[in-house]
């Protein structure tokens, strides 16, 4: 794979992106090269197109196939290990979305539905802190619901959904 100016600046962009987003730089970029690369990459590829360390490519691409983004596979006639990201966008952004929600979500929910309950029995914490304390635990319920219903979602009608945007907003505020 030839790095080109825009493919480099997609690369670099995307680890900017991922530090923003609390990955590390080298990690995003080695899934944006393997989501470009139009075959399969081995980490020695990966090292000399990114002029990373061995070791750096070697834990980020642990890190992409815990997170289930990349994955391993293989070349007829050649021992070693190749590297490819998942190809459908829709499916990188389930599969981000999912680990966010298990990472920062999840957790979340279950310290606001503690301190919930913890609150609700204090006679001293003001009202208007123990309803701040429900609304936004109804708030993270709600995005962890919708998440769930969401994931299911063919990705022919949410695309479909995509594009009505402004439309449904329109149909929902007339009813």
Same mark, same amino acid.
């Given at each position: 794979?030839?790095?080109?100016?825009?493919?480099?600046?997609?690369?670099?962009?995307?680890?900017?992106?991922?530090?923003?987003?609390?990955?590390?730089?080298?990690?995003?970029?080695?899934?944006?090269?393997?989501?470009?690369?139009?075959?399969?990459?081995?980490?020695? +590829?990966? /090292?000399?197109?990114?002029?990373?360390?061995?070791?750096?490519?070697? $834990?980020? *691409? @642990?890190?992409?196939?815990? =997170?289930?983004?990349?994955?391993?596979?293989?070349?007829?006639?050649?021992?070693?290990?190749?590297?490819?990201?998942?190809?459908?966008?829709?499916?990188?952004?389930?599969?981000?979305?999912?680990?966010?929600?298990?990472?920062?979500?999840?957790?979340?929910?279950?310290?606001?539905?503690?301190?919930? +309950?913890? /609150?609700?029995?204090?006679?001293?914490?003001?009202?208007?802190?123990? $309803?701040? *304390? @429900?609304?936004?635990?109804? =708030?993270?319920?709600?995005?962890?619901?919708?998440?769930?219903?969401?994931?299911?979602?063919?990705?022919?009608?949410?695309?479909?959904?995509?594009?009505?945007?402004?439309?449904?907003?329109?149909?929902?505020?007339?009813?």
């Amino acid at each position: 794979m030839e790095l080109t100016p825009a493919v480099r600046r997609y690369v670099l962009h995307w680890g900017e992106m991922g530090t923003r987003w609390g990955t590390n730089r080298t990690v995003a970029q080695i899934q944006a090269l393997l989501y470009l690369s139009p075959k399969p990459l081995r980490a020695d +590829e990966i /090292v000399e197109l990114l002029s990373v360390a061995r070791s750096n490519v070697s $834990t980020s *691409i @642990r890190e992409l196939q815990s =997170f289930g983004l990349v994955k391993m596979t293989h070349v007829l006639g050649d021992r070693r290990d190749y590297f490819e990201s998942l190809h459908d966008v829709w499916e990188l952004f389930r599969v981000i979305i999912q680990q966010r929600k298990e990472r920062e979500l999840n957790p979340t929910l279950s310290m606001l539905r503690q301190c919930a +309950e913890e /609150v609700a029995a204090e006679q001293q914490t003001d009202e208007v802190t123990k $309803t701040r *304390i @429900r609304n936004m635990l109804q =708030f993270v319920e709600t995005t962890s619901d919708w998440y769930e219903q969401i994931r299911e979602v063919p990705t022919s009608t949410l695309t479909k959904l995509m594009k009505l945007g402004r439309g449904i907003t329109r149909f929902v505020k007339k009813n």
